[in-house]
């Protein structure tokens, strides 16, 4: 074979390889089921964009996520490695949501989410991945239970690095532990004496326990809708006591005369409210 020939073969190789990586770029993704794949390492799984979860009758909302991954989101993050452009979001029960996974590593990341209903998602989860840069979407829908479920990419070690974000349904079920930007992390490093008086950092490593939520007390608690119902039935009662004890009066008479009483009180606050009124008004005129 003579140089040009081997010329000619080294080019049409080239061609060929760029016409691959091309084409990979641009074939649309095999649909297995509910798993698409390309052969750039693209992958969806879990894709549901119609079913709706048990007792969702509805679409609630349709929310659109873009996240990076890569080293770049983990500088904010003391000892992360790797991270997600952000580490929480917060849809509404039965929300439909479409996440575009944008990779700007030369590696491997993925958007990986588990414990959603096994009838709809294959092992109960969602999960699309890029590998090296390039950016894939994928869509399903959320279950109508509050509940926070983790996300995370499994490659090794970038979870354990900083890949880690919740994604609050409602209320949530409580905070994760070790999300960056969001929960205290999941190890931590105490010094517990300085390296010149000889001491060794000691790691101590927390459960993978959902840490408690603080509750904010409501306003339609039982107690206090049993405190309302025992106040409006037991009120006549009372004021027929309280008349008859020290009026004289009849429960009716009584819920007059403090009706009038609460009237009185509120004619002199208009009255009150309208004279300040007089007062500012040739102020204003005068200006
Ligand atoms: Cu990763």
């Given at each position: ?97 479409t ?32 590998t ?8 399903f ?66 459960g993978?326990?959902?840490?408690p ?16 119902v025992?106040?409006i ?26 009706f ?20 500012f008004?040739p102020q204003?005129?005068?200006?």
């Amino acid at each position: 074979m003579n140089k040009l020939s081997k010329l000619c073969m080294v080019m049409l190789w080239l061609v060929l390889a760029t016409f691959q990586v091309h084409a990979a770029k641009k074939m649309p993704m095999m649909n297995h089921g509910r798993m698409l794949m390309d052969m750039s390492g693209k992958m969806v799984m879990g894709q549901n964009t119609d079913q709706l979860p048990s007792g969702c009758r509805k679409i609630s909302d349709d929310v659109k996520i873009i996240v990076g991954a890569g080293h770049k989101y983990a500088r904010p993050y003391p000892g992360t490695m790797f991270g997600y452009s952000e580490h929480q979001w917060k849809v509404k029960p039965c929300a439909r949501i479409t996440v575009t996974l944008k990779n700007d590593d030369q590696i491997r990341h993925q958007w990986m989410l588990h414990d959603l209903p096994e009838d709809l998602y294959p092992k109960g989860m969602f999960h699309i991945e890029v590998t090296g840069p390039g950016e894939v979407t994928g869509t399903f829908i959320v279950p109508k239970v509050d509940k926070t479920y983790l996300v995370h990419c499994d490659i090794a070690q970038h979870t354990e690095k900083g890949m880690k974000a919740q994604l609050v349904v409602g209320k949530g079920s409580g905070v994760l532990p070790g999300i960056p930007g969001i929960s205290e992390p999941a190890v931590k490093y105490v010094q517990s004496q300085s390296p010149a008086e000889g001491g060794t950092p000691v790691v101590i490593v927390t459960g993978p326990e959902v840490m408690p939520q603080v509750e904010e007390p409501s306003l339609l608690s039982g107690m206090l809708v049993l405190g309302l119902v025992v106040a409006i039935l037991g009120t006549p009662f009372i004021l027929r006591w309280i008349g008859g004890r020290f009026f004289g009066m009849s429960g009716r008479e009584l819920s007059g005369y403090i009706f009038e009483r609460l009237m009185a009180v509120f004619c002199l606050f208009i009255r009150l409210f309208m004279a300040i009124w007089d007062w500012f008004r040739p102020q204003q005129r005068s200006l």
